[in-house]
């Protein structure tokens, strides 16, 4: 962590906004899958820890219990307990669901749960009963998966939604 500090000293020190930001974003694109509770829990503290000892040292007290629940959230979310081999959760009954976290206009996130299911089995240039006919970048047209839940705008400090794993 330390070498990463003067990197986000630079180009953050002037916007705590920014940093959230992009630190949330940041966190919402770490996934994993483990077969162990503990293994999960340590996980999650660690990547928690890191954010924290950043977030502390760039800004020491204005620092947001806000933020900070956001990002123990996200991490909850996204570092799951299951087994990647039959892609379900630890009970073996459910398939594992995955959180998407999308930025919208500056403070707002989006939120769209998918089956691990069809993001490991998923070709994007074959649709499918569970995919979306979406254009790429580039104009080309591609399939995405379908998300099995879709949640309203947040704020990026507020993301406290009802429904934990």
């Known amino acids: 962590m330390e070498i990463f500090l003067p990197l986000f000293l630079k180009k953050y020190h002037s916007s705590q906004h920014e940093f959230e930001r992009t630190a949330l974003l940041a966190v919402g694109s770490i996934y994993g899958v483990e077969l162990l509770k503990d293994n999960v829990d340590v996980c999650v503290e660690r990547l928690y820890k890191i954010v924290n000892d950043i977030y502390a040292k760039l800004y020491k007290d204005r620092c947001k219990d806000d933020f900070k629940k956001s990002i123990q959230f996200v991490l909850e979310r996204n570092i799951l307990q299951g ?27 989006k939120r769209r749960d998918f089956q691990f299911m069809d993001l490991a089995e998923f070709n994007p240039k074959t649709p499918s009963l569970w995919s979306i006919t979406e254009k790429s970048d580039t104009g080309e047209m591609v399939f995405s998966p379908m998300p099995v839940k879709e949640f309203p705008l947040m704020h990026y400090l507020k993301l406290d939604y009802e429904d934990t794993k």
């Open 83 to 109: 087994d990647a081999l039959t892609l379900k959760k630890s009970d073996g009954k459910e398939y594992i669901i995955f959180s998407e976290w999308s930025l919208v206009n500056g403070k707002m996130i």
